[in-house]
């Protein structure tokens, strides 16, 4: 009988502590699903929650909850855990690491690109980044994947496609050609020499491409690449200069020819090869042609009057050297927001925001925006557009005001984007698509 009776009470120990456990569980995750809850209507509210461009979509019915996805992604809330599953937060704020996708145990996640409201405008290319044209390769931003990991990893693989298929009896000068000097250019062009190809590459402005650009103060957030004559790259903050002297070491080291400032404007095929036209004049044949131009060929412009004013800029490269000028910045993205603070120390800053909220793809520069607007280092207008532009001045208009009002200004930069070179895309042959929700990139 007291056997019995321990036996009873052992069992109802257990039963208190097994209910105990799941009590305390399932209300630690009902209140963790509370909490991304909240997140998800805060971003809705300020409009990060709807993609405008790379995504996580996750199927529900393959996600068993694991979290690796959340831990893999290096930015933060883009993903989490809601009623048991996961759900994307900051959709906006994903930059295509394809981390999340990588670590899914169960294959869950798929790396999207546009939405039916949003369209993104992408060359064809297939698994090999082959066009439509074949012989013609892309590789990096304009492919839609615009991180410096991926470009290099694409740069790559393209260049190691083209040299399993490359046709020795076609007389050209070069096996290949790389268009653009860029992390996916110069990855491509390091692969094509240890290959044993031969190879030349065009860049129309300097080495680094559209990374030349960035502020020479900009950190530039990677992961671990395999860059191809150098090997195993581990940088996970850097700056511009460190990162520009790596791939010019390496490139001296390789006797790597790169012709700067050699912009291509024409691309004609006869036979087997290609023959590519510079705007100097100049032509090459080659046998093959990666095109790594990144998105934004043309800087996206205001149309509005004394736009071609001297003062106007497209790009900022060494903000340390501007000091005590009245700037006005105009964009809510990345390099908007960065160029804004990069100039706040020494200048008078005005942030012009023609949406109610930032369009930038990473917290910690809205974060960091929030806080530098809070000291007063950057006069933030949301709502509001530029209407014309004078040597002294600029004129602007908020949408609740009737009439413009205007800001004494000596420097204004524009970032409002860049727009596909597609004139140049279709004049080669190369089709272009509209994506409107569909995959860009799978778990190989």
């Known amino acids: 009988m007291v056997i019995l009776i321990e036996q009873i009470v052992i069992y109802g120990v257990t039963a208190i502590l097994i209910v105990g456990t799941l009590y305390f569980y399932i209300r630690k995750q009902r209140k963790e699903s509370n909490e991304v809850d909240k997140k998800i209507s805060q971003a ?3 409009g990060l929650h ?6 996580p979509l996750i199927d529900m019915n393959r996600c068993i909850k694991s979290g690796a996805c959340i831990t893999a992604c290096p930015e933060h809330d883009i993903i989490g855990i809601k009623d048991g599953r996961a759900a994307v937060i900051n959709a906006v704020l994903c930059v295509g690491h394809g981390a999340c996708l990588k670590a899914c145990p169960v294959e869950a ?3 999207m690109i546009g939405t039916e409201k949003m369209g993104v405008d992408l060359p064809v290319y297939d698994e090999t980044f082959q066009t439509n044209i074949p012989g013609i390769y892309i590789a990096g931003e304009i492919g839609g994947m615009g991180l410096i990991r991926n470009a290099v990893a694409q740069g790559r693989e393209a260049v190691e496609n083209i040299a399993k298929t490359i046709n020795k009896s076609a007389n050209a000068e070069y096996d290949v050609l790389v268009v653009g000097a860029g992390p996916a250019g110069i990855s491509g062009t390091l692969a094509a ?13 300097t080495l680094g491409g559209t990374v030349a650009t960035y502020p020479r103060s900009k950190v530039i957030m990677t992961h671990p ?9 581990k940088l996970y903050e850097t700056s511009k200069p460190e990162l520009i002297d790596m791939w010019t070491k390496v490139i001296v080291e390789n006797n790597i020819q790169i012709k700067e400032n050699t912009k291509v404007q024409a691309i004609e095929k006869v036979g087997d090869i290609f023959i590519v036209e510079t705007l100097n004049g100049e032509k090459y044949t080659t046998k093959n042609i990666l095109l790594a131009i ?21 790009r900022l490269l060494e903000p340390e050297d501007i000091n005590g000028k009245k700037i006005a910045i105009v964009g809510a993205g990345d390099s908007a927001l960065e160029g804004a603070m990069s100039l706040s120390d020494n200048n008078t800053v005005t942030l012009f925001i023609r949406e109610e909220n930032y369009t930038s793809r990473k917290k910690k520069n809205i974060n960091k925006m929030i806080e530098t607007a809070k000291e007063g280092k950057v006069d933030v207008k949301f709502n509001t557009i530029l209407t014309s532009i004078e040597p002294d ?5 908020r949408k609740d005001m009737e009439q413009p009002a205007s800001l004494e200004n000596d420097l204004l930069f524009i970032f409002a984007g860049g727009e596909l070179p597609t004139g140049f895309l279709k004049k080669t042959g190369i089709d272009i698509v509209t994506k409107r ?5 799978k778990r190989r």
């Open 437 to 441: 929700g569909e995959a860009l990139l």
């Open 193 to 205: 020499k240890k290959a044993g190809l031969k190879v030349i590459t065009l860049e129309q402005e």
């Open 225 to 233: 690449m395999d860059l191809p004559l150098y090997g195993k790259v």
């Open 44 to 46: 809705k509210e300020d």
């Open 50 to 55: 709807e993609p405008v461009s790379l995504y």
């Open 294 to 314: 990144g998105r934004r060929g043309t800087p996206r412009k205001l149309g509005i009057p004394g736009e071609m004013t001297e003062k106007v800029a497209y």
């Open 393 to 397: 001045t600029i004129h602007y208009r």
């Open 109 to 111: 996640i798929t790396l």
